[in-house]
């Protein structure tokens, strides 16, 4: 093994016992929760050793980063998240390579995945992105919907030809009322996760938790953690 190799293998074994240890503290069977890996900012080169490590499941957020990358890995077996605030004109690059988008939250948005989706012929899992600091009708800070828009825009993705809905997403937030609460704020979106799944009763999927904070998460019942810096290391500054 190379050295990035051996720092990747060590960093991945102590995230999958913080996780494991998490599942055991709140009663969860270790695969009810899928890890992915957020490699923005790293190589394709990283995403290779992780994928020989046993990752199957990798996220970014920036599409002029994420594109080449995919490309470049197209050959692996992987699930590509994309999981940052989407731009309508980068929907039909995002659309060539994601397979679920968790970071759906407004209507037009969803109409441009469906009509990208189906031109490419592709189905496209959708996380209706929920901002725990957005007051009614508003958006969140770094996106998402107000909990009270989740059923509008859940029933428009699950109508939408070329989406399937898959559930909710969360960033824990930074200002409002769950500001440096990420246990209170995980719970609050397994709650609504349960009132989404009494209209739409696939759409199980519960994304939330990072690196700094992926045991609350685990906790509350969520299905997946995005976790990136634990995994590959501190990231280097853009720009």
Same mark, same amino acid.
């Given at each position: 093994?190379?050295?990035?190799?051996?720092?990747?293998?060590?960093? *991945?074994?102590?995230?999958?016992?913080?996780?494991?240890?998490?599942?055991?503290?709140?009663?969860?069977?270790?695969?009810?929760?899928?890890?992915?890996?957020?490699?923005?900012?790293?190589?394709?080169?990283?995403?290779?050793?992780?994928?020989?490590?046993?990752?199957?499941?990798? $996220?970014? +957020?920036?599409?002029?980063?994420?594109?080449?990358? $995919?490309?470049?890995?197209?050959?692996?077996?992987?699930?590509?998240?994309?999981?940052?605030?989407?731009?309508? +004109?980068?929907?039909?690059?995002?659309?060539?390579? @994601?397979?679920?988008?968790?970071?759906?939250?407004? *209507?037009?948005?969803?109409? @441009?995945?469906?009509?990208?989706?189906?031109?490419?012929?592709?189905?496209?899992?959708?996380?209706?992105?929920?901002?725990?600091?957005?007051?009614?009708?508003?958006?969140?800070?770094?996106?998402?919907?107000?909990?009270?828009?989740?059923?509008?825009?859940?029933?428009?993705? $699950?109508? $939408?030809?070329?989406?399937?809905?898959?559930?909710?997403?969360?960033?824990? &937030? *930074?200002?409002?009322?769950?500001?440096?609460?990420?246990?209170?704020?995980?719970?609050?979106?397994?709650?609504?996760?349960?009132?989404?799944?009494?209209?739409? &009763?696939? @759409?199980?999927?519960?994304?939330?938790?990072?690196? @700094?904070? /992926?045991?609350?998460?685990?906790?509350?019942?969520?299905?997946?953690?995005?976790?990136?810096?634990?995994? /590959?290391?501190?990231?280097?500054?853009?720009?």
């Amino acid at each position: 093994m190379t050295d990035r190799e051996t720092e990747l293998a060590e960093n *991945l074994h102590t995230v999958e016992n913080r996780i494991s240890s998490a599942c055991a503290a709140a009663g969860r069977n270790r695969d009810e929760v899928t890890l992915i890996v957020v490699t923005k900012t790293y190589p394709a080169s990283d995403v290779r050793l992780l994928h020989r490590l046993g990752v199957r499941h990798v $996220a970014e +957020n920036r599409d002029q980063d994420a594109a080449p990358k $995919a490309a470049a890995c197209a050959d692996l077996s992987l699930t590509w998240h994309f999981v940052g605030q989407l731009q309508t +004109n980068k929907v039909r690059s995002v659309v060539g390579y @994601a397979d679920v988008v968790q970071s759906v939250d407004r *209507l037009r948005l969803v109409t @441009a995945l469906s009509a990208a989706a189906v031109r490419a012929d592709r189905e496209i899992g959708a996380l209706i992105q929920v901002a725990l600091d957005a007051g009614s009708g508003a958006r969140g800070e770094r996106g998402g919907v107000a909990p009270d828009g989740i059923g509008e825009l859940a029933a428009a993705v $699950a109508e $939408a030809p070329g989406l399937r809905l898959d559930g909710l997403m969360t960033v824990a &937030p *930074l200002a409002g009322p769950y500001a440096d609460r990420q246990q209170a704020a995980f719970d609050r979106l397994l709650e609504l996760s349960s009132l989404l799944r009494a209209d739409h &009763p696939a @759409a199980n999927m519960v994304s939330a938790g990072m690196s @700094a904070d /992926l045991e609350a998460a685990v906790s509350a019942g969520a299905t997946h953690v995005r976790v990136g810096t634990a995994v /590959l290391g501190v990231r280097p500054r853009l720009g």
